[in-house]
Each structure stands twice: as structure tokens, then as C-alpha cells.
């Protein structure tokens, strides 16, 4: 009896396969999210000078979620957000000043209280925050000001 087999993927076939499938959905969500929107008028162009909470989870348009896989700074200056690098594909750091936010507080029935961050340039893409990291984030936005004291 004569089976004809295919011989599976080779492994660099694989993992390239592998690369072109994380590549094309981290860039999805990218778009579906709005964080491409956010990138094109917002896009971080330096370093961030501040400090910074690693692992955060944001809300953006469309139910789109990024739990504890975004790193969220402040200072006086305004506000930094960043993708964990293995999703960064698509997601260039964002840097916001604190002239073009605009904040609304609310509450969800099963998610709990949160705080939607708006920005003058793309208003149609929020940031919604849970209300303690929106508290942590304002905090260190005192912090960093001249001649803050505790």
C-alpha cells in the first residue's frame, strides 16, 4: 500500500510563519484600538524623564484591552504610555501633554470605577484608566512639579 505523505513545515518555516502571524495581529490591534491613531499626532519622540509603573492594564475604543502589558509614566510635562516590547510591534511609545487631556470619571457595573482620559487632537480614541492608577498617575504628575513637598 502507497500513502502519500506530506512532509510537515519545516521548522524555519514555522517560526517564520510564526513571526508574520504575531507580526499582523499586534499591528490589528494596533489599529483596532486606535493606538496607531493616538501615534500620529502623539508619538513619543524622546526618552521619558520620569518615573514609571510597569505591568498596567488601559482600555481604548472598542472594548480593545491592554492588561499588564503597558508602562504608564508622568510628569510635569505630561503623560507616557508604552507597550510591553514583545507587543510593541505596531504600538510606538505615546507621550501626551498635559494641555491636550481631558478627564471624565465613570463606573462600570462589573468593571469598577475607572477614568477616561481624552485628547484635544484625536477625541475619538479615549485612554480609560482604572481609578487607582488614574490616582497614581496624577499623583506623580504633583510629584514631579518644582518645590513639591509631601
Not at 510563519?17 to 504575531?22: A, L, N, R, T
Not at 494596533?30 to 520620569?50: E, H, K, P, T
Not at 477614568?115 to 480614541?125: A, E, H, I, N, S
Request: hydrophobic share 45%; with cysteine.
Amino acid at each position: 500500500m502507497n500513502l502519500i505523505q506530506c512532509a510537515p513545515f519545516s521548522v524555519p518555516a514555522q517560526v517564520l510563519f510564526f513571526i508574520i502571524i504575531w507580526v499582523g495581529v499586534c499591528k490589528l490591534i494596533s489599529v483596532v484600538g486606535g493606538w496607531n491613531i493616538l501615534s500620529r499626532d502623539y508619538q513619543a519622540n524622546s526618552a521619558f524623564n520620569g518615573k514609571k509603573m510597569w505591568l498596567k492594564s488601559v482600555g481604548l475604543r472598542r472594548w480593545m484591552n491592554y492588561n499588564n502589558c503597558i508602562t504608564v509614566g508622568a510628569n510635569k510635562y505630561g503623560l507616557y504610555l508604552s507597550v510591553f516590547p514583545l507587543f510593541r510591534v505596531g504600538h510606538p511609545p505615546l507621550f501626551f501633554p498635559w494641555t491636550d487631556i481631558s478627564t471624565e470619571e465613570g463606573s462600570r457595573r462589573f468593571f469598577g470605577d475607572f477614568v477616561k482620559f481624552t485628547f484635544t487632537r484625536q477625541p475619538d480614541v479615549p485612554v480609560i484608566f482604572p481609578q487607582k492608577l488614574a490616582a497614581k498617575i496624577f499623583e506623580l504628575k504633583e510629584e514631579s512639579r518644582p518645590g513639591y513637598q509631601p
